[in-house]
């Protein structure tokens, strides 16, 4: 099993563009989250989703957009990158709610935007 | 309001001493869960224990164990003979039952080094 995968390890965006990130899972899990880390502000939620075709605000929603059309799947989209959104994102999964269970976090996404 | 403190922005000990990373919670709710995760240098957070408000008997784990402290709101989390693959970021967090969102809160963690 690969667990979570994340897709691009490493982005540079110019403010205005977009990009989407992609998150996928082989472990069935129902829930999937997306975080964001900066320095000195440990894991802060983004969006998050209890199962297929369902998504939720976390923490820090504004500028971003997520979909789960597929159980397997997340993704975060940029519509229009903003240097503020410099960070590294983490896409984590979990078999019951995360609020419960063992959270299974994928490698990173390096994004920064100029 | 649901909160978590990691007071210890980092930690450098040599190696083989024992240390212990605090994380100190807030929450409204008397049903709730606290974890500890791990991010070594190569990134990936790596969960660690999980525990429920209800059971506050202290885990150990080979070298790593935990003290949850209710009347305190403290869970602490103890290395024994720290080795230099220790060296990581570590998250504490907590999740609130009754008024459960199936989301967690994160600590701002402790970075600890350990020398050689």
């Known amino acids: 099993n690969a667990g979570v995968t994340q897709t691009p390890k490493f982005r540079v965006l110019k403010t205005g563009q977009s990009m989407t990130l992609l998150c996928a899972q082989d472990?069935?899990?129902?829930?999937m989250y997306w975080y964001r880390q900066d320095p000195g502000m440990g894991l802060r939620l983004i969006h998050y989703?209890?199962?297929?075709?369902?998504?939720a605000k976390g923490e820090v929603p504004d500028g971003y957009n997520v979909s789960r059309l597929k159980k397997q799947n997340f993704l975060l989209g940029l519509e229009s990158a903003a240097p503020s959104q410099t960070s590294v994102y983490f896409c984590?999964?979990?078999?019951?709610?995360?609020?419960?269970?063992?959270?299974?976090f994928g490698p990173g996404t390096r994004l920064t935007v100029l | 309001a649901q909160k978590v403190t990691q007071a210890q922005t980092e930690i450098s000990v040599v190696e083989k001493e024992d240390v212990t990373l605090d994380c100190v919670y807030e929450?409204?709710?008397?049903?709730?869960?606290l974890f500890w995760y791990k991010q070594p240098p190569s990134g990936e957070l790596v969960f660690l224990i999980r525990?429920?408000?209800?059971?506050?008997q202290n885990e150990i784990s080979g070298r790593y164990s935990w003290n949850f402290q209710k009347s305190t709101s403290s869970f602490n989390f103890t290395i024994t003979a720290s080795q230099v693959v220790d060296s990581a970021v570590y998250f504490c967090?907590?999740?609130?039952?009754?008024?459960?969102?199936?989301?967690?809160?994160f600590g701002k963690g402790t970075r600890l080094h350990i020398l050689p």
């Open positions: 472990m069935n899990h129902e829930y």
């Open positions: 984590a999964s979990s078999l019951l709610s995360g609020s419960m269970d063992e959270q299974f």
């Open positions: 989703s209890v199962g297929e075709g369902t998504t």
């Open positions: 929450t409204r709710d008397t049903t709730y869960y």
């Open positions: 525990r429920n408000s209800f059971d506050e």
């Open positions: 967090a907590l999740s609130e039952a009754l008024y459960r969102d199936d989301k967690i809160i």
